[in-house]
């Protein structure tokens, strides 16, 4: 999944946020990466970190033993290892998740279940992580625009 979204663009060319893709991949191979670490990565490191498979169990545990290598190279100790979700959200296509809902209704949109339905998995991924109250949520409503949901 080498695709990055329209809400990213404004970083993408130079690659100094984590794109939604790396995070995904994060999530499903069980990694914390925080921002300093893919700071200290070059532009070819962050490019094989975007184009890596991470999608079944084998590559899930290339991709996190690759990306702990690195940044184990960086800065001398390995990141935080996370569980894995088994059932992630995103690959729910059935329910909204509540804080999608709620971050949505601030814009006076509303998700129906067929619009979610109709969702990818990695823009459920993007519109669950943009919700989060710890995230930077300035995009949630741009991915709205771009997902045809506002």
Excluded at 70 to 96: F, R
């Amino acid at each position: 999944m080498d695709h990055f979204f329209q809400f990213e663009a404004d970083f993408v060319e130079s690659l100094t946020c984590i794109p939604m893709q790396v995070r995904l991949k994060l999530d499903t191979c069980g990694v914390k990466l925080k921002l300093s670490h893919w700071h200290q990565f070059t532009t070819e490191e962050r490019q094989v970190l975007i184009s890596m498979a991470c999608s079944t169990p084998e590559e899930s545990q290339i991709y996190r033993e690759f990306l702990q290598t690195l940044i184990t190279q960086k800065t001398g100790n390995p990141a935080t290892e996370l569980a894995i979700d088994p059932h992630p959200p995103w690959l729910d296509d059935h329910t909204i998740p509540v804080e999608v809902q709620q971050k949505a209704a601030e814009f006076q949109v509303i998700i129906s279940p067929q619009q979610w339905n109709q969702l990818t998995p990695s823009q459920r991924f993007a519109l669950i992580k943009l919700s989060r109250p710890s995230h930077e949520n300035c995009n949630f409503y741009p991915a709205l625009q771009e997902f045809k949901l506002a």
